[in-house]
């Protein structure tokens, strides 16, 4: 890249450069407002967020309400400008919680005509669909291996199949040979669906070969977000319009026995696909199954604030910082608590956006670009805020750049490296690494790619919008030098995460959130003032398979 590319001089606010080793200079005015930053400040934000009465932020409840109504005074109190429906800081998010009725069903059919029906919740669990309260499907079965298909990567799971009319069987995974983001991605339920859709299958199937693995519990339903139009707009386990009227889960055991009464080696099987080589074939099954679902619609918010940029031309272009608003309210007692207050998940997310927002509010030079601070709903539910404001965002979505996210930052030590997934694949890696190098931060590879972390925060919307994002997590390195932190964050999130014990009571570093504040501010800010885009780097997968939308 040219000197020339990373030299701000407009306002004299920020000016980079980049030579042998890349180095950002922070304006005098800049640096003043990041130390201004209060700690207890921080600490403020997750103390109301994460108190009793909120009752864990679950959308479409009181508590919930609460929390939109208080990050709603904080952005007014900053001088942060509506930008949601109507003037309002707000974007309605429309929910529907769907349930599976008791008289669904799921059975086998063999070549020679005999019926086997399977046993809910034992041997499968099938979907509600969030559409159509009534639905059935009968058709031949297919095996598809891990149902992906990634030419950029020479592997196809449909290569030579016809599965039009057909159902589709999967082996949850991805081959070993996928990048970390790359084999998360492909084996989402909805990257399965689409590529099912795509092929003309009319149902989808997902097994697993782990013989103690749980179905899915969809006791408590499955939610969707409709659009105006009453059509499901986002779903985690639905594609509209696609006709695909059937997806479900069945167990290892009846994985094992339809692949083996089709003469199918599944051990060899199994071991092909790790190793990159589709192992498709057509099954000597079809089933049937019928499918009924009750439903319970609710309104939840997104809250969207503004701040205008200083640029003729672009200031009507966006960079985006987020964070999801929602937690899991009320559920099964820990310990005798059983309200989730979501401390770190993600009441510290949210106030990392709002102490963001008081940066930017404190510069009387805006950035060239406008800046929204979105905080979503119904994360907790399958990234479904996000999902809807990134396909219908209050502003036009052409103008969306770059996505900076922040979701359980997990503030337990000191901040002394990052992980900024997604980076990787766009030229927002740039930014991150001058604005880590400028706070004294090591930049890290993700420590725990196990995790998938990349598809599990509300930046995966944006990116399936096209958006180049990112999110920033925590690295492994310690002040006492074992550079183990990740050893000390799964002992704690086996105690707290997700459970009624993640409130305030519990450890926490707030200058680690001070200092993700400024990390995300000065990502944000580059951003903001670079006359070019951010671009996703060539050849990428993310940026061919979304980046042209």
Same mark, same amino acid.
């Given at each position: 890249?040219?000197?020339?590319?990373?030299?701000?001089?407009?306002?004299?606010?920020?000016?980079?450069?980049?030579?042998?080793?890349?180095?950002?200079?922070?304006?005098?005015?800049?640096?003043?407002?990041?130390?201004?930053?209060?700690?207890?400040?921080?600490?403020?934000?997750?103390?109301?967020?994460?108190?009793?009465?909120?009752?864990?932020?679950?959308?479409?409840?009181?508590?919930?309400?609460?929390?939109?109504?208080?990050?709603?005074?904080?952005?007014?109190? %900053?001088?942060?400008?509506?930008?949601?429906?109507?003037?309002?800081?707000?974007?309605?998010?429309?929910?529907?919680?769907?349930?599976? /009725?008791?008289?669904?069903?799921?059975? %086998?059919?063999?070549?020679?005509?005999?019926?086997?029906?399977?046993?809910?919740?034992?041997?499968?669990?099938?979907?509600?669909?969030?559409?159509?309260?009534?639905?059935?499907?009968?058709?031949?079965?297919?095996?598809?291996?891990?149902?992906?298909?990634?030419?950029?990567?020479? +592997?196809?799971? +449909?290569?030579?199949?016809?599965? *039009?009319?057909?159902?589709?069987?999967?082996?949850?995974?991805?081959?070993?040979?996928?990048?970390?983001?790359?084999?998360?991605?492909?084996?989402?339920?909805?990257?399965?669906?689409?590529?099912?859709?795509?092929?003309?299958?009319?149902?989808?199937?997902?097994?697993?070969?782990?013989?103690?693995?749980?179905?899915?519990?969809?006791?408590?339903?499955?939610?969707?977000?409709?659009?105006?139009?009453?059509?499901?707009?986002?779903?985690?386990?639905?594609?509209?319009?696609?006709?695909?009227?059937? %997806?479900?889960?069945?167990?290892?055991?009846?994985?094992?026995?339809?692949?083996?009464?089709?003469?199918?080696?599944?051990?060899?099987?199994?071991?092909?696909?790790?190793?990159?080589?589709?192992?498709?074939?057509?099954?000597?099954?079809?089933?049937?199954?019928?499918?009924?679902?009750?439903?319970?619609?609710?309104?939840? +918010?997104?809250?969207?604030?503004?701040?205008?940029?200083?640029?003729?031309?672009?200031?009507?272009?966006?960079?985006?910082?987020?964070?999801?608003?929602?937690?899991?309210?009320?559920?099964?007692?820990?310990?005798?608590?059983?309200?989730?207050?979501?401390?770190?998940?993600?009441?510290?997310?949210?106030?990392?956006?709002?102490?963001?927002?008081?940066?930017?509010?404190?510069?009387?030079? *805006?950035?060239?670009?406008?800046?929204?601070?979105?905080?979503?709903?119904?994360?907790?539910?399958?990234?479904?805020?996000?999902?809807?404001?990134?396909?219908?965002?209050?502003?036009?979505?052409?103008?969306?750049?770059?996505?900076?996210?922040?979701?359980?930052?997990?503030?337990?030590?000191?901040?002394?490296?990052?992980?900024?997934?997604?980076?990787?694949?766009?030229?927002?890696?740039?930014?991150?690494?001058?604005?880590?190098?400028?706070?004294?931060?090591?930049?890290?590879?993700?420590?725990?790619?196990?995790?998938?972390?990349?598809?599990?925060?509300?930046?995966?919307?944006?990116?399936?919008?096209?958006?180049?994002?990112?999110?920033?997590?925590?690295?492994?390195?310690?002040?006492?030098?074992?550079?183990?932190?990740?050893?000390?964050?799964?002992?704690?999130?086996?105690?707290?995460?997700?459970?009624?014990?993640?409130? %305030?009571?519990?450890?926490?570093?707030?200058?680690?959130?001070?200092?993700?504040?400024?990390?995300?501010?000065?990502?944000?800010?580059?951003?903001?003032?670079?006359?070019?885009?951010?671009?996703?780097?060539?050849?990428?997968?993310?940026?061919?398979?979304?980046?042209? /939308?």
């Amino acid at each position: 890249m040219p000197f020339s590319r990373f030299l701000f001089t407009w306002g004299g606010l920020l000016m980079a450069s980049l030579a042998s080793a890349q180095s950002l200079t922070v304006d005098k005015k800049v640096a003043k407002a990041l130390q201004q930053l209060r700690p207890d400040d921080f600490r403020a934000h997750v103390q109301y967020l994460a108190d009793d009465k909120l009752l864990g932020r679950q959308p479409g409840t009181p508590g919930y309400q609460l929390a939109v109504d208080y990050v709603t005074q904080q952005l007014k109190e %900053l001088g942060v400008q509506p930008a949601g429906e109507n003037g309002s800081y707000v974007q309605r998010v429309r929910l529907r919680r769907a349930f599976v /009725q008791p008289t669904t069903t799921l059975a %086998l059919r063999n070549a020679q005509g005999q019926s086997q029906p399977l046993k809910a919740g034992q041997d499968f669990v099938l979907y509600p669909n969030p559409e159509e309260a009534s639905v059935q499907a009968e058709a031949p079965l297919v095996f598809v291996g891990y149902g992906i298909s990634a030419p950029e990567l020479g +592997y196809d799971d +449909y290569a030579g199949l016809d599965v *039009k009319g057909k159902i589709v069987v999967v082996v949850a995974g991805a081959p070993r040979t996928f990048p970390s983001t790359i084999a998360a991605a492909s084996q989402h339920t909805m990257s399965v669906l689409q590529n099912a859709a795509s092929h003309g299958a009319v149902g989808v199937i997902v097994g697993t070969t782990r013989p103690k693995a749980a179905l899915p519990n969809l006791k408590c339903g499955a939610y969707s977000v409709l659009g105006p139009d009453g059509k499901v707009a986002a779903s985690r386990s639905y594609l509209s319009g696609s006709g695909v009227k059937v %997806l479900g889960n069945v167990n290892a055991a009846t994985l094992h026995a339809l692949l083996a009464a089709s003469a199918i080696d599944t051990a060899r099987a199994f071991t092909a696909l790790r190793g990159g080589q589709p192992a498709s074939a057509a099954l000597g099954h079809a089933a049937r199954a019928e499918v009924r679902s009750t439903y319970q619609d609710f309104d939840s +918010y997104n809250v969207v604030g503004q701040l205008r940029g200083s640029d003729a031309r672009l200031r009507d272009e966006y960079v985006v910082h987020s964070a999801h608003l929602d937690h899991m309210g009320i559920g099964d007692a820990v310990k005798g608590d059983s309200i989730y207050n979501g401390a770190h998940d993600n009441a510290t997310g949210v106030a990392s956006v709002l102490e963001i927002a008081r940066v930017y509010a404190k510069l009387k030079q *805006k950035p060239k670009r406008s800046v929204l601070f979105v905080l979503q709903t119904a994360e907790e539910m399958g990234l479904l805020g996000s999902a809807y404001f990134a396909a219908r965002p209050t502003v036009p979505r052409q103008q969306l750049v770059a996505n900076v996210n922040t979701d359980m930052p997990t503030i337990i030590a000191p901040l002394l490296s990052v992980v900024p997934l997604g980076a990787q694949h766009s030229t927002l890696d740039e930014p991150v690494n001058r604005a880590a190098a400028y706070l004294n931060l090591v930049v890290e590879a993700d420590p725990e790619p196990e995790q998938n972390r990349f598809i599990r925060s509300d930046q995966y919307s944006f990116v399936k919008a096209g958006v180049p994002a990112l999110h920033i997590k925590y690295g492994n390195k310690t002040a006492d030098g074992k550079n183990d932190l990740d050893k000390t964050v799964k002992a704690w999130r086996e105690l707290t995460y997700h459970k009624p014990q993640d409130d %305030l009571s519990g450890t926490f570093d707030f200058e680690a959130g001070k200092k993700y504040v400024q990390l995300n501010f000065l990502i944000g800010y580059q951003v903001a003032n670079d006359p070019q885009r951010p671009r996703w780097k060539p050849g990428d997968f993310f940026g061919g398979r979304f980046g042209q /939308q």
